[in-house]
């Protein structure tokens, strides 16, 4: 079947603009977590879902960073007036269930200039 | 929290060798320990995972072996190819808190020399 979809897969952004990043996870997935990666560095929590319930958002860097998964399927990343230190690679996961194996989308890979 | 770190960051061996990539974690509770591997613009893509109730599993080429004493966690591929080139992590969770995110290591460049 179908893997963990991202898009864009690529976002160049003025310094100050929103964006809004997207993943669809497996069919059939419940838990879907979002990661971020810099360069050269291992992918970093951010947030994760158990269906449409945010259950942990503590690796979010600011208040200028939310998620949402509001059919609890689709999941949006979004990160409101950009800086540069935000160019990352952001990588989204689904599971099975919250104790299970994660796999990963492509990414979204973001530049803030 | 956890912290996972890794003894070698780049690694380079003869196509056909056998390469063993290993990584060190701090948390003694975590009891979920998988194996990921990154292609240049690619996700992680998984390899392999054990639990803290084992010490040793076996894949297709792949072997994970932990050793829960000391804390450690390595990944063996045998006859190693060309199309192994990657970078490897390893993740670690602790299920236990009710925080199912993962901690990453740094990573571990794998080099195959044909």
């Known amino acids: 079947g179908a893997g963990v979809s991202q898009s864009p897969r690529y976002k160049v952004a003025k310094r100050g603009q929103d964006v809004a990043l997207r993943c669809d996870p497996i069919s059939g997935h419940v838990s879907l977590f979002w990661y971020q990666q810099a360069l050269g560095q291992g992918p970093e929590f951010l947030t994760y879902f158990q269906n449409e319930a945010q259950l942990d958002k503590s690796g979010l860097p600011s208040d200028r960073f939310f998620a949402e998964r509001p059919e609890g399927s689709v999941s949006t990343l979004k990160i409101q007036r950009t800086q540069q230190e935000d160019s990352a690679v952001y990588l989204c996961?689904?599971?099975?269930?919250?104790?299970?194996?994660?796999?990963f989308g492509p990414g979204t890979r973001l530049l803030v200039l | 929290g956890e912290s996972v770190g890794l003894h070698l960051p780049t690694l380079s061996v003869q196509e056909g060798d056998n390469s063993i990539i290993n990584c060190a974690y701090s948390n003694s509770a975590s009891d979920y320990f998988i194996w990921y591997k990154q292609e240049s613009g690619k996700g992680p893509q998984f390899i392999i995972d054990?639990?803290?109730?084992?010490d040793k599993r076996q894949g297709q080429r792949v072997t994970v072996l932990l050793n829960k004493t000391v804390k450690h966690l390595s990944l063996q591929i045998a006859a190693t190819q060309p199309g192994d080139s990657a970078v490897y992590f390893c993740a670690v969770t602790y299920s236990g808190a009710g925080s199912y995110q993962l901690t990453f290591g740094k990573g571990t460049k794998l080099s195959v020399i044909p």
């Open positions: 054990i639990r803290s109730n084992m």
């Open positions: 996961a689904s599971s099975s269930g919250l104790a299970e194996t994660q796999y």
